[in-house]
């Protein structure tokens, strides 16, 4: 009879007479336990063995066990120092001694339920009498604690450890043990078994690995190859991957790309003339206070064009066109060039209309793009201190409001997300401005996917842009939780991020 | 986004529409723009709604937008205003900070607790708006029959007088309180006192409003006890203080309209503005308040036409119009142009476009019908972009993970827990002739900061990326390793060289951690990175005090020094709670170009 090497060892290794557990084999054959346990029942399978299993209770002390293990139960505690206090002859308040024996919180309650139930006294109108003829050293469940300690406190085997049954469930209910089971697996050999290797079994001569030198010599003709357990679960491997929110970020990308958008870039840290005064956004508008934006400890920005800050300046003051009207707001240019981080990628679509970030741009033209933007708001589960924003722009003769819907449409679309509801909104920097509201596309939920509008004149106008210019503005983390399902964005971005949630994200496309 | 508090049976009282269920109500009024946000304790719908339309902060300014929704009103509205008795003499000792006053007298009013309290209401509201927290305009409401005018010269009509007080001086019983106190000790002392101070913290004399009685209102902080409206007034007296004369008096129209729409006669005040007093040049020393006059704004049918997409005759564009609460004019030319008169009450009429809007709102915005526009241009990436994602590619490929850390960091993060000092590297060192990278401590540069930051946690902008990339390994102890780590990033530091005084860049950086990692490790990857782009590496010996001395080099790309690359120190390590060795670098994206 021929077996593989490792059934072969485990054979020789059991014993018709005695049951060997899988451990004592294992450091006998100097085979791994669970290489030992998979050959006893491949033979098992031959019937050259029987496998058994015997199941044991094991104990392991909870954090709460071990803390009693030094402090002392709460009651015993209770007990000592009310004893201390001379409640032994009389009641003493209660407050008092909670105090004394140092016991807090929920132990007060633990306390005061197993002190009655012991028998270690009485409590009557919040005063405590405690039994002289009490004695807490020789309590069970004291003396269980200790001997379990001692023993290691952990992975214990219950029927070596010389404790009552009755005290274990108490500490078990008491949640001061944990108790578990260990399954201990034994071979011995049946009578077949016996019979093999009586007989004489050989070990198969297997080949483990395809080397080199097998394929070269040839060998591997007359190689038997060793069976694998194919339907064994093996380690998981782990490359990299992009991140779950650049992956979502490039998908705008394409489809943007493919809409014939041209992508933009430009500072991060920048002068509020572009984040905010080309905007139209007047001085004193809540959200260019403090409390709204970063603004950085730099020097002001010198280099804004002077002909272009003035008529910037002209729209705030006066307004734009014959029949405009500016903001009744002051107007400086100091605080027009003070450095800040951006609160939306907005400015960079003011830089490329203005022309300083290239050319001067004519229509038509159509320009997005998806970076970070910084806002001072709470960090919680949908709010970051930095995100993506998605922002777009199309100039044209003569855009009108159904074209704003007809491309926003286009772009959800592809995103699954159909029937935009355009609810009319307001902008300092548009008009008309809609708030875009779609279908989530699982939970049926309608949700704010964007803010779009048409450039206001007083905002293209001192940009020298005289033809319409129409955009929107999405956080990408917003597609991001849609297409995730993502709950906390902080998984995702940032350095609180959980690598493992990064490595196990659905890959989406 | 403001938010108004409406009781939904006054509502209808207001608009006459009785029949109308509450459903139908919050429906209609989404369609004005006005989101339902919830109930009240006391049965107050709540609705919030976008701040361009300040007249709608209280119920009667709500049932007005209804009633031209519904149709029961049409085209602009202007109550009668009775000619003026009273006079607000504005005196030359009024602080230049806060110059200007405005008002109005409006009698016959009958303050019911709802209508006084949405009266109050719609002043906080404004205050908290237009008013910008009273800085800019603070309204005050006085029952005037506590008012004693005090007539300049025998047989004149009766006046009050806005001027300024010494801090210290005269005395008056503000409201809410029961003791004389002056100007200082309500700052001191009062709750709202304590509240606004900051608004007038600073001046030598503060605003303040005299009758011949004395001190009465002490704006924008707070009115006296003496003059306080109740639901026993029949008479009041507005009177709002600020820094700009047209808001105050844009303020002044919403609370007079208010008033009037709930049967009030509002009567004109005088304003006259003394010799050497700041005076709104624009519109003269002497004004007759309120100024309800109607502005003029001329808009094309074509221009209406093109923005909204559809074919009007003008007789639907004057309807839409009549039916936004404006009027409008046209003569039949072969270029149609409408004159349209727009409400004193309206504050967000700054560009014909705004009246645009107006039809668009009035036709439905729903009923146009989206197309996709027909104007051809060419999509693209740009460069940098296309780089990134390159290099994320490659990063990838050789089994790093790709992350997406903060761009803000503390300056503990940035240095201290990586052994670097700010200010040692960059262009906070460089010579001008070489690359800032090149300068010093890679990593070293000046900080980019908040200006008083609100978090510890965020005061500035990251130097380098390697501090991120290990305080996400600090983060994720407890997960598996090898944990293979990179990002592409964003990093600035200070360099005064610069358009906005900041040097942006993007890095390149990765890590391994892992038991056996090293030097090695990292080299190898990052070898692999450059033979991707045809770069040329070279890592020469260096120290960096992030790194194990002996185990640290430059990264050199094309003969230019743009990185470091090493073992972390092991202090590093221990200081973020690592257990396994950690080989890393960083270095300049722009150097695989």
Redesign the interface.
Same mark, same amino acid.
């Given at each position: 009879m021929r077996l593989p090497e490792r059934q072969l060892a485990v054979l020789e290794a059991a014993s018709a007479t005695d049951e060997r557990t899988v451990a004592e084999i294992a450091a006998e054959t100097d085979l791994k336990p669970e290489t030992v346990a998979g050959a006893a029942f491949d033979l098992a399978d031959e019937g050259l063995v029987e496998v058994g299993s015997a199941t044991d209770e094991t104990l392991e002390l909870t954090d709460e066990g071990r803390t009693y293990v030094e402090a002392g139960l709460p009651e015993t505690r209770l007990y000592r120092a009310g004893l201390d206090a001379g409640a032994d002859a009389e009641p003493v308040s209660m407050g008092a001694v909670i105090g004394e024996a140092g016991l807090d919180g929920p132990e007060v309650d633990i306390a005061l339920a197993n002190f009655a139930r012991k028998g270690f006294g009485s409590v009557d109108g919040g005063e405590l009498s405690v039994d002289p003829d009490a004695d807490p050293d020789t309590d069970p469940e004291a003396t269980a604690l200790a001997a379990l300690a001692d023993a290691g406190g952990a992975g214990l085997d219950a029927d070596a450890l010389d404790v009552d049954e009755a005290v274990i469930d108490q500490l078990d209910s008491r949640g001061l043990v944990a108790v578990g089971e260990s399954v201990t697996r034994t071979v011995r050999l049946t009578d077949d078994g016996v019979d093999a290797l009586m007989t004489g079994v050989e070990a198969t001569e297997t080949v483990g690995a395809l080397t080199p030198e097998l394929l070269a010599s040839g060998e591997w003709r007359d190689a038997e190859f060793a069976e694998y357990n194919v339907e064994a679960d093996a380690e998981t491997a782990?490359?990299?991957?992009?991140?779950v929110?650049?992956r979502t970020a490039?998908r705008v990308?394409d489809v943007?790309?493919?809409?014939?958008?041209?992508?933009?870039?430009g500072?991060?840290?920048?002068?509020d003339f572009w984040i905010n005064d080309c905007l139209f956004m007047p001085q004193?508008h809540?959200a260019r206070t403090?409390w709204d934006r970063?603004? !950085?400890? =730099?020097?002001p920005?010198e $280099?804004i064009p002077d002909e272009l800050m003035a008529r910037v300046e002209a729209a705030h003051r006066d307004?734009?066109?014959v029949?405009?009207?500016?903001?009744?707001?002051?107007w400086s240019a100091d605080f027009a060039r003070e450095?800040a981080?951006r609160g939306h990628t907005t400015s960079l679509s003011m830089r490329y209309l203005s022309g300083i970030a290239g050319a001067e741009l004519g229509?038509?033209?159509?320009y997005f793009s998806v970076e970070?933007v910084?806002r001072?708001d709470t960090l919680d589960p949908t709010h970051l201190?930095?995100f993506f924003q998605i922002e777009g722009w199309?100039m044209?003769e003569? !855009?009108? =409001?159904?074209?704003l819907? $007809?491309?926003f449409?286009?772009f959800y679309r592809q995103f699954g997300i159909t029937d935009i509801r355009?609810?009319?909104?307001?902008n300092p920097y548009t008009?008309?401005?809609?708030e875009l509201f779609g279908e989530h596309p699982e939970t049926g939920e309608e949700i704010e996917i964007g803010n779009s509008g048409?450039f206001?004149?007083?905002v293209t106008g001192p940009l020298g842009v005289d033809c319409?210019v129409m955009a929107w503005g999405l956080a990408l983390e917003r597609l991001a939780m849609l297409t995730t399902g993502a709950e906390d964005i902080r998984d995702?971005?940032?350095?609180?991020?959980?690598?493992?949630f !990064?490595?196990n994200a659905e890959v989406s496309y | 986004m403001p938010v108004v508090d409406i009781d939904p049976d006054e509502l209808r009282e207001l608009t006459g529409h009785e029949e109308k269920d509450d459903e139908e109500l919050k429906d209609d009024l989404f369609g004005l723009?006005l989101e339902f946000e919830g109930e009240t304790d006391d049965g107050m719908f709540q609705f919030e709604f976008?701040?361009?339309?300040l007249d709608r902060l209280s119920v009667e300014g709500v049932a007005r937008s209804l009633r031209y929704h519904y149709g029961d009103a049409r085209g602009v509205y202007v109550p009668n205003t009775n000619d003026p008795e009273w006079t607000i003499e504005v005196d030359e000792s009024v602080p230049d900070e806060r110059p200007f006053v405005t008002g109005a007298v409006v009698r016959g009013v009958d303050l019911d607790e709802a209508a006084l309290e949405s009266l109050i209401q719609l002043q906080e509201k404004l205050h908290a708006t237009m008013g910008?927290g009273r800085a800019?305009g603070a309204i005050g409401i006085h029952d005037l029959a506590m008012v004693k005018g005090a007539p300049l010269q025998e047989g004149a009509e009766p006046s009050i007088t806005y001027r300024g007080v010494n801090p210290d001086g005269d005395t008056f019983v503000p409201l809410d309180a029961n003791d004389e106190l002056t100007p200082n000790e309500v700052l001191d002392e009062h709750d709202t006192g304590t509240t606004y101070a900051d608004l007038v913290e600073g001046l030598d004399r503060y605003p303040a409003i005299y009758d011949e009685l004395g001190l009465f209102s002490f704006p924008p902080v707070i009115n006296g006890k003496r003059t306080e409206v109740t639901t026993g007034s029949r008479e009041l007296l507005v009177e709002l203080t600020g820094?700009?004369q047209?808001?105050i008096d844009r303020m002044c129209n919403i609370i007079c309209y208010a008033l009037s729409a709930r049967g009030a006669t509002i009567e004109a005040v005088e304003v006259n503005y003394a010799d050497g007093a700041t005076h709104p040049g624009e519109y003269g020393a002497e004004l007759v308040r309120p100024n309800l006059d109607v502005d003029e704004?001329?808009?094309s049918h074509d221009r209406i036409e093109?923005?909204?997409?559809?074919d009007f005759e003008p007789e639907e564009v004057v309807d839409c119009f009549e039916r936004a609460g404006l009027d409008a004019s046209y003569t039949l030319d072969e270029d149609v142009t409408y004159e349209v008169s727009i409400p004193p009450y309206r504050v967000?009429?700054?560009?014909?476009?705004?009246l645009?809007?107006d039809v668009?709102?009035a036709y439905g915005?729903?009923n146009?019908?989206?197309?996709?526009?027909d104007?051809?241009?060419?999509?693209?990436?740009?460069e940098?972009?296309r780089l990134e994602?390159a290099v994320?590619?490659s990063?990838?490929?050789?089994?790093?993970?790709?992350?997406?850390?903060?761009?803000?960091t503390s300056g503990t993060e940035n240095y201290d827990r990586m052994n670097v000092e700010p200010g040692t590297g960059g262009a906070a060192i460089a010579d001008g002739e070489t690359a800032n990278a090149s300068a010093g401590v890679f990593g070293g540069g000046d900080p980019?900061?908040?200006?008083?930051p609100?978090s510890e946690e965020?005061t500035q902008?990251r130097t380098w990326a390697l501090p991120?990339l290990v305080?996400?390994l600090e983060?994720?102890t407890h997960?598996?390793y090898?944990?293979?780590?990179?990002e592409v990033g964003?990093v600035?530091e200070?360099d005064?060289a610069e358009?906005?005084?900041?040097a942006?860049s993007r890095r390149v950086a990765g890590a391994v951690a892992r038991r056996d990692a090293s030097y090695e490790a990292a080299k190898g990857r990052l070898q692999a990175l450059c033979d991707d782009f045809g770069a040329e590496l070279a890592t020469p010996r260096t120290e960096h005090p992030s790194f194990i001395e002996g185990r640290a080099a430059d990264v050199e790309i094309d003969g230019e020094r743009v990185g470091v690359i090493g073992e972390l120190h092991p202090a590093v390590l221990v200081e973020h709670d690592l257990e396994v060795p950690v080989a890393a670098f960083e270095f300049e994206l722009d150097a695989l170009r």
């Open positions: 782990r490359g990299g991957r992009k991140h929110l650049r490039d990308k943007l790309v493919g809409m014939g958008f041209q992508e933009m870039e500072p991060h840290a920048d002068a004193d809540p403090h970063f603004a !950085l400890d =730099v020097d920005m $280099g307004g734009w066109g029949d405009g009207d500016g903001y009744h707001s002051p450095v981080l229509p038509p033209q159509r970070k910084y001072n201190l930095e199309v044209a003569d !855009l009108s =409001v159904r074209d819907m $007809g491309t449409e286009e355009f609810k009319p909104h307001y008009e008309p401005s809609f048409v206001r004149e007083e319409d995702l971005h940032g350095t609180l991020a959980d690598i493992d !990064l490595r | 723009g976008a701040p361009d339309r910008r800019k820094t700009d047209w808001t704004k001329s808009v093109t923005l909204l997409g559809v967000d009429v700054l560009h014909p476009l705004d645009v809007d668009g709102r915005f729903d146009l019908e989206p197309r996709y526009p104007v051809g241009t060419v999509g693209g990436r740009h940098r972009s994602d994320r590619t990063l990838v490929g050789l089994g790093f993970e790709d992350l997406l850390n903060f761009h803000m980019v900061e908040i200006t008083e609100y965020y902008l991120s305080m996400l983060r994720n997960n598996a090898p944990q293979d780590v990179a964003f600035a200070r005064d358009e906005a005084n900041v942006e």
